[in-house]
């Protein structure tokens, strides 16, 4: 059982208030999914490509977001909206996107991995990390916000994190402690503020550890590129 600081508790509260706001105009509209179905032709060319990997402005796979929830994914393109996420060509397809596309995008992701059902349920009794992870998390106290196994957050605009590329949550991590880059970096109080306790070794090491964990987000290959024989 972890035992929370005080600090630790106003962190988890703070950055609960933080994660919504940038999803705060996006609840206002309610996202069909099937009609999301005929919105995500921007989205496929990388996201329903297995292993599918970006080259700028940083290397990694691309995230898993077939099964993640709707509200945080909402939150990511308004944030990539904003600004408050920096990524070109995130911030070009986002600004393409009207509220109700964004919804609509949205809710298909998080139903297009409930539909496909190829990955197992997160378990409970999840795998152990290293003694040195395990501090390392302990100190960041992830589970406060993303929950039980990393794939049971305290609230939705809050995401998965189990079984995420890891070169993808390394990068994510690294992000948040990144300033004055006009292609590369978040804006999160919380998150950033997390992050910068840690070396950038100590991230890749926790961002390795959440991968390895079975979770629900997946990508799943779009019918419309396999070949046709």
Do not use: W
């Not at 600081?5 to 208030?17: D, H, I, P, S």
């Not at 070009?92 to 809710?107: E, K, M, R, T, Y």
């Not at 990390?129 to 990393?150: E, M, W, Y």
């Not at 994510?172 to 999160?188: D, H, P, V």
Request: one cysteine or more.
């Amino acid at each position: 059982m972890i035992q929370l600081t005080t600090t630790m508790k106003a962190l988890a509260l703070a950055f609960g208030v933080a994660a919504m706001l940038p999803a705060a105009h996006a609840q206002e509209v309610q996202g069909d999914a099937k009609a999301g179905a005929r919105k995500v032709d921007m989205c496929i060319g990388c996201h329903g490509i297995v292993g599918y990997q970006a080259s700028f402005p940083e290397v990694y796979k691309v995230p898993k977001i077939s099964g993640q929830n709707a509200k945080y994914l909402g939150s990511a393109l308004n944030a990539y909206r904003a600004g408050e996420r920096k990524h070109p060509t995130m911030r070009g397809i986002a600004d393409s996107l009207s509220d109700q596309d964004i919804a609509d995008v949205s809710a298909y992701y998080e139903a297009h991995g409930k539909e496909s059902g190829t990955s197992p349920l997160p378990s409970e009794a999840s795998r152990q990390p290293s003694a040195q992870v395990d501090a390392l998390i302990k100190k960041a106290a992830c589970v406060t916000c993303h929950g039980a196994n990393f794939s049971k957050p305290i609230d939705a605009a809050t995401p998965k994190l189990a079984g995420q590329n890891a070169d993808y949550l390394y990068v994510a991590l690294r992000s948040y402690k990144t300033e004055n880059n006009a292609q590369f970096g978040r804006s999160n109080g919380v998150m950033a503020g997390i992050a910068r306790q840690f070396s950038n070794a100590e991230l890749k090491a926790m961002a390795g550890y959440i991968a390895s964990l079975d979770g629900e987000l997946k990508t799943v290959p779009e019918a419309r590129f396999h070949s046709q024989r």
